[in-house]
């Protein structure tokens, strides 16, 4: 336990259920308590990504807390160690991440101190963050866009958290970049003609939800491949992409799923689904009695009218090629039929890299606009 004049933080020691798990997971109700953009997540989504089946524990050490003013829940905070990450960079690095904090610097230094000792003590020299828990699931700080709500599995954090982060010592690493997108808009003609010359074997299927382990398999070996030179690039395991596809079985439309095929060979693919945060946002994190029966209505039945680009990859082989920008286009030209005959309206692509100049082209020249932008920091610690 830490202690700054009437500040407590006290470490989490049960993560299947306790006190401290609940005022951790139930915190940000407090803290967004008059902010009209934040959507209350799912509560039991929360508990189950905090639980110690996630996948992602099997190759991460990982730790939380909770700080507390005069009896009340008044911060969190998390750092993880992610063995993954070492072995593919040999770096000391560990991270922070899932921090929320009453309006408070001396609360928001406190938590990072907390977290850097730890980190410190497990051998780390550098902490980078935030990441929710790692860079294959929700990360990055908010610094742009803080009037319109958040996508599903994006990011919602307070105006001044940046500040304060940089006031303990934190520096910009990388910003990560949302798109937001119509999906009304006629294609380009210079796309017809990318298309025209390079389609040629090429085409686009959805996936067989029968065979859907070894689609998966295809989906993620594309994606290890086509990411495995960007920034902070961590590969998901097996057992990390099978967990994901259960999820999509549930609520991605066969449609919204697409691979991409030259020669009938795998070289591209793309997956859509459908606003989760505007199905829940009025649930308030609960879905017993009856939110279970909303969110399946508005799944199944109303539709949400936005959606969100989650995962996106072309192989190595096809980078930089025009063949690799035809495979983009072909994905989403499919897509944005099956987005509109569902009824959505804007789809959100995200989190596109600053530096990620080809695809910020792609989907500029699709009338997409950045409406969001997020940080990573980072800061040594020894």
Known sequence: MSASSTLQINPITNLRKSRLL?????????????????????????????????????????????????GRPVGRISAQIDELYIHRYGEN?????????EKND???????????????????????????????????MLVEGFDTPPSMMMAHTKPWYPQ???????????????????????QP????????????GMRTRGIDRSQLAGEMDIIFGIFNDAWSENWGFVPFTREEYLEIGQTMKFIADNRLVRIAEIDDEPAAFIVVLPNINEAICD?????LPFGWLKLLWRLKVRHPSTGR???????????DTLTGAALAYNLFSDISIAVRELGIKSLELSWILEDNTIMRRIIESLGGREYKRYRIYGKRIS
């Open 189 to 200: 003609p210079a796309i017809t003609r990318i298309l025209e010359k390079t389609a040629t």
């Open 283 to 287: 649930l308030n994190g609960r879905l």
């Open 309 to 319: 680009v989650l995962l996106m990859g072309v192989i190595k082989k096809y980078r």
């Open 164 to 186: 304060a982060v940089e006031a303990c010592g934190y520096e910009k690493e990388k910003d990560l970049l949302a798109y937001t997108m119509d999906t009304d808009q006629e």
């Open 106 to 140: 001396e609360t928001v230094g406190m938590l990072l101190k907390t977290a850097e000792d730890w980190l410190k003590n497990m051998g780390m020299t550098k902490v980078m963050g935030p990441f929710n828990l790692s860079i294959n699931q929700e990360c990055g």
């Open 93 to 101: 690095t560990g991270f922070f991440g899932m921090l929320e904090a």
């Open 22 to 70: 609940s005022d951790f997971i139930r915190l940000q109700y407090s803290v967004y308590r008059d902010d009209p953009t934040w959507i209350p997540p799912l509560e039991l989504e929360r508990r189950i990504h905090l639980s110690p089946e996630n996948p992602y524990f099997r190759h991460a050490k990982c730790k939380f807390w909770v700080a507390y003013r005069k």
